[in-house]
Every structure is written in structure tokens, then in C-alpha cells.
């Protein structure tokens, strides 16, 4: 029971300093990880209003290039016979006020008869919508809509990239009568560059997907098709006239933690080792002032409070399961000539051979104590027999009686007087077991003086 009761005090501090370690780093890291979170949260946030700002000027761009191409289709609409003066008139202005679009063209059947500016956009000129696969399903959508589609983006036959914006004009007073289409090109650099979008952006990296208006189910034409697949990066739609685009937009890279959190960081950290080193000394000490509390300073066996608490509990244990225990009092023979003669300090020795040779020649169940100067107790547990006890006293008389070499070379042999009471032929009480042996060992003393 003292074994046992000494290994769950030994680790006691290292215990409680590795738990008070554990929860101070836990509640360290998780407020850092709250802060990180939200620098995550701000740069989220600021990544959100770029690519709302990129939205809004893709939008913009978009209804800007068709609000000023809808004079055009209405003059065509009411004047389908207008010269090409009058054309040239009209897209130079648009032109003008749309630096961003590449030409304009009309088709009337689907074939474009009219281009501006004319250079550099010759090979476009009689161009069969309906003879070109990857142009005329765009047509086709716009005629059967009776709506504006923006294809692309598109290698253009003229050369470069364009979205093209394919308007279907119908005659006025008759939506059933098809004139043809106008056609705007938009500049796909140009129109990049104007709403604010840039595959080399330090700060936020983007993609859109939804080529020809088909969102979801469009190709990717601008960036990096894995922005799309990304838990972090914001996704928002941009709406055309038929169909849509969709944006995704994620940060360049993490933010950097500011210096102050790093250092909070290191700072916690340090704190939970200060506090949990301090709580292991304190635990420590604690110990150490309960062991001494409890025990011997000199041998390291139980004091004489500790030992009646064994005591107790042996009572209590043996009233409850009808057993016995013995009390073993225990008093050295001529012990102060020792001191005497050879000084405390050999005396001191002794007492620890002693305390030594009884701890490792009785059971482990067995309690040993010193109650004072050359006095010392034993407590049997799980005694049968009364007629056991001589056979005990004698076992423990030849462990004390070993010659002991002192640290001078003088080599002695101790004697020593016991006595001993059974529980509960010789008492039911700590004091009264304790009393009982105490007198029989005073009686084995006294024989020996005869």
C-alpha cells in the first residue's frame, strides 16, 4: 500500500505540468488560429470586393458595348437600304465613344457586305456565317432568340482574339422579318485591361469560365481551370444578355501573419512552459512537504501519523473480512554506545541499515516505520495465526542481528527487543494493538537485563 501510495505521489507533478502544458498550448494555438482566421477573413473579404469591382466593370464593359451598338441596329431596322456612307458615319462614332471594340460589320443574310474600318479587316468581308461551324451555332442562337450573343473569346479570320457580339436585326413593324445581324468585335486585350483583369496580378489570381455564354458548362478562357475546383477561391456569375460567365478569383497567395501575432504566438508559448514549470515545482513541493509530512527524513520509512492511518485501515479491513494483522514494536539493543563511541554519524547509518534490511526482508505488503530515535513498528498484514508470531519475530531478531560494516571498517552486530500484539486477540484499536506491543517489547528488554 506505501509502494503503491509513494508511485502515484512520485509522478504527481509531472502529471499536472504536462496536463497544465497541454491545455495552455491548446488555448494558445486556438486564439492564434481565431487571428489567422480572421486575417483569412479580412483577405477573403478584400479578394470578394476585387472581384465584385471585376464583375461590375465586365458588366458594364458588356452593357456599355451593346447600349451604343443599339442606335446602329435601329437606323437598320427603319433604313435597311442606308449607304455606306451613312455606315461608316454611324460605326466610326460608336468606334469613338467604345475604344475597346476592334470593328463593326453588319451581314445582311448572314454575310457581312459592310466593315469598319475597312483596314486591316479586308478578309473579313464576305464572310458566310452559315460556311463556318464555330460561328454559325452562335448565329443561330442569336436569330432564334431574337437576342444579343456574345461568342468567344475567337480566333478571327482577320487575325488576333475578339469576342464577338452578334446582334439580330429585325426590320421594323415585323420581329418575323430577319434583315441580318451586326456583328461588334470586341479586343480581347483591350477589353481585359479595362475591367480590370490581369493573369499577372500580385494580389489576386482569376478565371472565367463560360465561353459563348454557357457558364458552368462553358470552357475556361481566361486563367487557370483549378480556380474553379478551389475550396477558397470566390466564385460570382456575371450575367449577358443570353447566358453567362462565371468569375472565380482567389488570393495570390496567403496573407502574411503581421509580426505582433507571431510574436503573441512565440510569447503564449513561452507563458505555457513558464506556467506549466512553475505548476510542476509547485506539485513538487507539494509532494515533498506531504512525504515529509508522512515519513521518516533519515530512513524514509512512515512516521508514526502515517503508520496509524495503516493501522486504521488494516482494522478496518480485517473487521470487515473477519482476518488478522500483527503489530511488531521494535527497539535496538545498546544503541547509544554506537553514538557514543563512534559518533552520530555511524549511528545514523545504522538506523538506515536497519530501516533497509526490514523493508527488503518482509513483504511488500508489510509496513515499516520508525517512531523515533531507535524505535520502530511493523505493521503484518494478513497474520492467521497467533502462533505465527514468535516464528515473525525471530525472522525479523536474524535481519537485524546480520553483522553491519560501518563506512570506518568497525564491523558490529546489532540486537534488538521486540514485541507483538494480534488483531483482535490483543486489541481492536490502533492504540490498543500499539500499547500491547510496546509492553512486550519492554518485557523482552527487561528479561534481557536479568
Known amino acids: 500500500m506505501e509502494m503503491k501510495f509513494l508511485f502515484s505521489q512520485k509522478y504527481l507533478p509531472h502529471f499536472f505540468a504536462v496536463i497544465t502544458l497541454c491545455a495552455l498550448l491548446i488555448v494558445s494555438e486556438y486564439?492564434?488560429?481565431?487571428?489567422?482566421?480572421?486575417?483569412?477573413?479580412?483577405?477573403?473579404?478584400?479578394?470578394?470586393?476585387?472581384?465584385?469591382?471585376?464583375?461590375?466593370?465586365?458588366?458594364?464593359?458588356?452593357?456599355?458595348?451593346?447600349?451604343?451598338?443599339?442606335?446602329?441596329?435601329?437606323?437598320?431596322?427603319?433604313n435597311p437600304t442606308f449607304t455606306e456612307s451613312e455606315f461608316v458615319g454611324i460605326a466610326k462614332e460608336l468606334l469613338n465613344k467604345a475604344p475597346n471594340l476592334r470593328n463593326i460589320a453588319l451581314a445582311k443574310d448572314n454575310v457581312i457586305n459592310h466593315i469598319y474600318p475597312f483596314e486591316g479587316n479586308e478578309k473579313a468581308l464576305g464572310l458566310r456565317y452559315m460556311d463556318h461551324p464555330e460561328q454559325k451555332e452562335a448565329v443561330v442562337r442569336a436569330i432564334k432568340l431574337k437576342n444579343t450573343v456574345i461568342a468567344g473569346p475567337v480566333n478571327l479570320k482577320q487575325g488576333g482574339e475578339g469576342f464577338i457580339s452578334r446582334i439580330p436585326i429585325f426590320l421594323a413593324g415585323s420581329e418575323d422579318s430577319y434583315w441580318g445581324l451586326a456583328s461588334i468585335v470586341i479586343n480581347v486585350g483591350d477589353f481585359y485591361k479595362?475591367?480590370?483583369?490581369?493573369?499577372?496580378?500580385?494580389?489576386?489570381?482569376?478565371?472565367?469560365?463560360?465561353?459563348?455564354?454557357?457558364?458552368?458548362?462553358?470552357?475556361?478562357?481566361?486563367?487557370?481551370?483549378?480556380?474553379?475546383?478551389?475550396?477558397?477561391?470566390?466564385?460570382?456569375?456575371?450575367?449577358?444578355?443570353?447566358?453567362?460567365?462565371?468569375?472565380?478569383?482567389?488570393?495570390?497567395?496567403?496573407?502574411?501573419?503581421p509580426p505582433l501575432l507571431l510574436f503573441l504566438r512565440g510569447f503564449g508559448i513561452a507563458v505555457s512552459f513558464i506556467v506549466s514549470g512553475l505548476v510542476f515545482a509547485l506539485f513538487s513541493s507539494y509532494r515533498r512537504i506531504r512525504y515529509l509530512a508522512l515519513h521518516d527524513p533519515l530512513t524514509g520509512l512512515a512516521n508514526r501519523r502515517l503508520f496509524f492511518e495503516h493501522v486504521k485501515q488494516a482494522v478496518f479491513s480485517a473487521t470487515r473480512k473477519q482476518g488478522r494483522f500483527a503489530i511488531v514494536y521494535?527497539?535496538?539493543?545498546?544503541?547509544?554506545?554506537?553514538?557514543?563511541?563512534?559518533?552520530?554519524?555511524?549511528?545514523?547509518?545504522?538506523?538506515?541499515?536497519?530501516?533497509?534490511?526490514?523493508?527488503?526482508?518482509?513483504?511488500?505488503?508489510?509496513?515499516?516505520?520508525?517512531?523515533?530515535?531507535?524505535?520502530?513498528?511493523?505493521?503484518?498484514?494478513?497474520?492467521?495465526?497467533?502462533?505465527?508470531?514468535?516464528?515473525?519475530?525471530?525472522?525479523?531478531?536474524?535481519?537485524i542481528r546480520h553483522p553491519l560494516t560501518l563506512d570506518n571498517g568497525v564491523t558490529i552486530q546489532i540486537q534488538a527487543s521486540i514485541g507483538a500484539s494480534i488483531y483482535p486477540d490483543d486489541g481492536t484499536t490502533a492504540d490498543e494493538l500499539i500499547r500491547y506491543a510496546d509492553r512486550r517489547m519492554y518485557t523482552a528488554k527487561s528479561n534481557k537485563r536479568k
Open 194 to 257: 479595362a475591367c480590370g483583369l490581369s493573369e499577372h496580378d500580385a494580389r489576386v489570381r482569376y478565371a472565367l469560365r463560360g465561353k459563348d455564354g454557357l457558364g458552368e458548362n462553358g470552357a475556361v478562357f481566361f486563367g487557370q481551370e483549378s480556380l474553379f475546383t478551389d475550396k477558397e477561391s470566390i466564385q460570382l456569375p456575371i450575367s449577358l444578355p443570353v447566358g453567362n460567365w462565371i468569375l472565380a478569383a482567389k488570393p495570390a497567395e496567403l496573407a502574411a501573419m
Open 31 to 78: 486564439f492564434f488560429h481565431l487571428n489567422v482566421q480572421h486575417q483569412h477573413g479580412l483577405q477573403h473579404s478584400e479578394v470578394f470586393n476585387q472581384a465584385a469591382t471585376v464583375r461590375l466593370n465586365i458588366e458594364r464593359e458588356i452593357n456599355t458595348t451593346l447600349n451604343l451598338s443599339t442606335g446602329l441596329v435601329l437606323f437598320v431596322s427603319i
Open 330 to 399: 521494535l527497539d535496538l539493543d545498546n544503541f547509544k554506545p554506537i553514538n557514543d563511541t563512534y559518533g552520530h554519524k555511524h549511528g545514523d547509518h545504522v538506523l538506515k541499515e536497519v530501516a533497509l534490511r526490514m523493508t527488503e526482508g518482509l513483504r511488500h505488503s508489510d509496513i515499516t516505520a520508525r517512531i523515533g530515535g531507535d524505535e520502530f513498528i511493523l505493521l503484518m498484514q494478513d497474520t492467521d495465526k497467533a502462533e505465527d508470531i514468535p516464528s515473525l519475530v525471530e525472522k525479523i531478531a536474524q535481519l
